[in-house]
């Protein structure tokens, strides 16, 4: 007697328990806890309002670097880490817009 888990037929055997009880611990989790369905595409105003936040987000972390604040509280590394995150964001935008530029 055989059970298939994934595809592959195992044999009910003491040596196959482990697979067996890992793949019931899977497929109880699933069903516990299903995958949530998938979003539909956002709207410009949600993307807007996403955007703000974001960009909120980054004004704090970069605000302690200003003039006048506690400077040795941030790391050259974190103001380095900020700065990278700033040109990666860009350039997602910039190639986002590249492609809308070529869609018409």
Request: zero cysteines; charged letters at 20%.
């Amino acid at each position: 007697m055989s059970i298939e888990i994934d595809g592959q037929k195992l044999p009910l055997t003491p040596e196959n328990a482990p697979k067996i009880r890992a793949a019931i611990h899977s497929l109880r989790s699933q069903v516990r806890h299903p995958p949530a369905p998938p979003r539909p595409p956002a709207g410009v105003i949600e993307l807007q309002i996403r955007v703000d936040a974001l960009a909120a987000d980054v004004a704090k972390s970069i605000r302690p670097f200003n003039p006048g604040l506690n400077p040795a509280a941030n790391s050259d590394l974190e103001r380095a880490s900020l700065r990278a995150l700033a040109v990666y964001a860009m350039n997602k935008f910039r190639a986002l817009s590249r492609q809308l530029d070529a869609a018409v």
